[in-house]
């Protein structure tokens, strides 16, 4: 058998944020459409008995793989070295309080009863009630670029009637734009202009199309400054025809769904369960070895720790395929700071605020450690029908160098992480009312936080830039869902993983 004697990798959760990438997934043939109602109950099982499938990450696509193989009785197992699920997109308390990472916004919102749309289509496969999750609509939101602003909310006619406000020599055209882009569907093919050359023919201000596209780029792009025409297709359905929700009380109830749906279903969850290495013979998989030398037996195992990420876990010729020079390099640093009382007492009114203060957007990595000329405020309490909060949130997302913050010793890491939050919570004044004096916590995560949580390497939110909607590898029987198959974001994930089980565990080869 084939194995790699390397440092083990950070086997890991999937980072899921804003939106989904994706075609739409092979619907199961009416032989495999799973019993319902009630749990399935797997025949008893030895601990020497392979597998159906190992699914490598707990995080949003895993479990969603793993419910819906646990759907039509399969044996499966999901693996993660980190001791609470849900990747990136999770929550975890400090002194008393508890802080929400990864999720601004649930996009893909519709309301309840809408048909053939990503989000109800998703929760219908997963057996999970629309309103188990308490969906609260964005207030509104905008995008600043210099001294321009563009507001936008779930309602695409605020965002045309603002176009029209701010540019009326280019609202015919955005009209004419928004149609073409409502008419295709999420999965048009690649090779075709990007997503700023499409906006620029179309619109020919660059103003306009730097608006337009800042809001994209932060919740979705792996390459810096634009992004490819078929996830910017995505994207504007996401976040602009169907727009911006949260779930009451944040990520945890769909953690808790997803959860709890998986192992209802009879689906075996292992947390701090490292994979140390993939265990393959004659270019097929044979099953995992964990961190702690246990071997796990299969020959299907779907994984969302990322294409690089996860062929390093195998033999170094199959690892060699998609070295680390392929990762991605787009990455963050966020601050969470609690205040002393609700932000919108203080007047904070916009839900998300994507800014960049010069004339042009930008959307790269920066020389230094973090850069504060552009990023992303979120107020969670901006959402509809939340819990009442004794203490104020706002969330400040900034880009960022990860070479620089791998190298830092522990007392550079503290002392940058301070000043990245302190500068942070100036920036932020610059589009909001000034904070500073009501802050009672805070918490900041980086490129470092995020390698360490999700095993993406340079801590790149949105994976690498090249990505494969077929999930294969070079390896028979491993595939990938999640970021690197091709899908972001929580509705994304969720796709990926339902996607990838249809097409790679369930359907006829």
């Given at each position: 058998m084939t194995t790699r004697n390397s440092r083990p990798f950070r086997a890991a959760r999937t980072t899921c944020r804003l939106t989904w990438q994706a075609t739409s997934w092979p619907p199961a043939p009416e032989a495999l459409r799973p019993h319902f109602p009630g749990p399935c109950h797997p025949p008893a099982m030895t601990a020497s008995t392979p597998y159906d499938t190992i699914l490598i990450g707990a995080g949003m696509s895993g479990l969603a793989a793993g419910i819906r193989l646990a759907q039509f009785d399969q044996r499966v197992l999901v693996l993660d070295r980190h001791y609470l699920w849900g990747g990136l997109n999770s929550y975890y308390k400090r002194e008393g309080r508890r802080f929400d990472v990864g999720l601004h916004a649930l996009t893909n919102f519709v309301p309840k009863g809408t048909r053939g749309r990503p989000l109800t289509r998703i929760l219908r496969q997963l057996r999970i009630p629309y309103d188990s999750l308490r969906l609260g609509e964005q207030h509104g939101s905008r995008s600043v670029v210099g001294d321009t602003d563009l507001h936008f909310g779930n309602d695409f006619e605020l965002l045309r009637g603002e176009v029209a406000r701010q540019f009326p020599t280019r609202a015919t055209a955005f009209d004419g734009m928004a149609r073409e882009l409502e008419a295709l569907p999420f999965d048009v093919p690649e090779g075709q202009e990007s997503a700023r050359a499409y906006l620029t023919r179309h619109l020919g201000e660059a103003r306009?199309?730097?608006?337009?596209?800042?809001?994209?780029?932060f919740y979705g792009s792996p390459t810096p400054s634009d992004v490819d025409f078929p996830s910017f297709v995505v994207l504007?359905?996401?976040?602009?025809?169907?727009?911006?929700?949260?779930?009451?009380?944040?990520?945890?109830?769909?953690?808790?769904?997803?959860?709890?749906?998986?192992?209802?279903?009879?689906?075996?969850?292992?947390?701090?369960?490292?994979?140390?290495?993939?265990?393959h013979e004659d270019g097929r998989v044979q099953g995992v070895r964990l961190d702690d030398g246990t071997e796990l037996h299969s020959e299907r195992v779907i994984s969302s720790a990322?294409?690089?990420?996860?062929?390093?876990?195998?033999?170094?010729?199959?690892?060699?395929?998609?070295?680390?020079?392929?990762?991605?390099?787009?990455?963050?640093?966020?601050?969470?700071?609690?205040?002393?009382?609700?932000a919108p007492d203080l007047g904070w009114t916009d839900t998300i605020v994507f800014f960049s203060q010069g004339e042009r957007a930008v959307y790269e990595?920066?020389?230094?450690?973090?850069?504060?000329?552009?990023?992303?405020?979120?107020?969670p309490e901006n959402y509809a029908g939340q819990e009442p909060e004794t203490e104020g949130v706002l969330r400040l997302?900034?880009?960022?160098?990860?070479?620089?913050?791998?190298?830092?010793?522990?007392?550079?890491?503290?002392?940058?992480?301070?000043?990245a939050w302190s500068k942070g919570l100036e920036?932020?004044?610059?589009?909001g009312p000034d904070v500073r004096k009501q802050v009672v916590a805070r918490d900041t995560f980086t490129p470092r936080t995020i390698e360490r949580f999700t095993g993406h390497l340079n801590g790149a939110v949105y994976g690498c830039p090249h990505k494969d909607k077929s999930g294969t590898t070079p390896l028979e029987g491993l595939f990938l869902c999640g970021t690197d198959q091709g899908y972001l974001g929580i509705v994304g994930a969720m796709l990926s993983g339902v996607a990838m089980a249809n097409r790679h565990a369930l359907l006829p080869a």
């Open positions: 306009l199309v730097d608006l337009l596209l800042l809001p994209i780029l504007w359905k996401s976040l602009y025809e169907e727009g911006f929700a949260r779930p009451r009380g944040g990520i945890r109830p769909l953690l808790d769904a997803l959860r709890s749906r998986y192992l209802e279903l009879g689906g075996e969850l292992r947390m701090k369960a490292g994979v140390a290495e993939i265990l990322g294409r690089v990420e996860t062929l390093s876990l195998c033999e170094e010729t199959v690892a060699a395929t998609c070295g680390p020079e392929h990762a991605g390099r787009m990455t963050f640093v966020e601050s969470t700071t609690l205040l002393d009382q609700p990595e920066p020389a230094e450690a973090v850069s504060h000329a552009s990023g992303v405020i979120c107020c997302t900034l880009m960022a160098n990860a070479e620089h913050w791998m190298a830092m010793s522990d007392g550079e890491y503290l002392a940058a992480k301070e000043q920036t932020a004044a610059l589009y």
